[in-house]
Structure formats: C-alpha cells, structure tokens
C-alpha cells in the first residue's frame, strides 16, 4: 500500500480519541483501542485495508 492509499482515520466517523493512555486511539466501527491509527492495526491484523472508512461530515453542513 502506498501513502497515497493509506487510510486516514482522523477523517473517518468511526475514529475517536480515547480517554486511555496506553491505548488512546479507537475505531467505533471494529469497537477496540489501539496504540497505533486504526486503520494500521486492522491492515497488520488482516492483510487489507480498512473497509468501513465514512468519511467525516463537512463541519458547514451540520450547521
């Protein structure tokens, strides 16, 4: 996978900073914390990128 193709979960509505400190990162969709961005443990643990990547809603919109 190149970095052009790399999935960036601070994009994503299922990503979220969580309150733990040996695992801040959390994927709402797989339901588990990591210590690395989601989408680099679901390719490690899979062999393929992510596959329930949403983009974020624009910030003007929900206004």
């Known amino acids: 996978m190149t970095e052009s193709q790399r999935i960036n979960c601070m994009k994503c509505e299922h990503f979220y900073i969580t309150w733990d400190a040996n695992f801040p990162r959390g994927c709402k969709a797989y ?16 062999g393929k990128p ?7 809603a624009d910030s003007k919109q929900k206004q």
Do not use: A, H, W, Y
Not at 31 to 46: C, D
Not at 50 to 56: A, D, L, T, V
């Open 31 to 46: 339901g588990f914390k990591t210590q690395t961005m989601p989408s680099l443990r679901v390719l490690s643990s899979s």
């Open 50 to 56: 992510c596959m329930n990547f949403e983009p974020k």
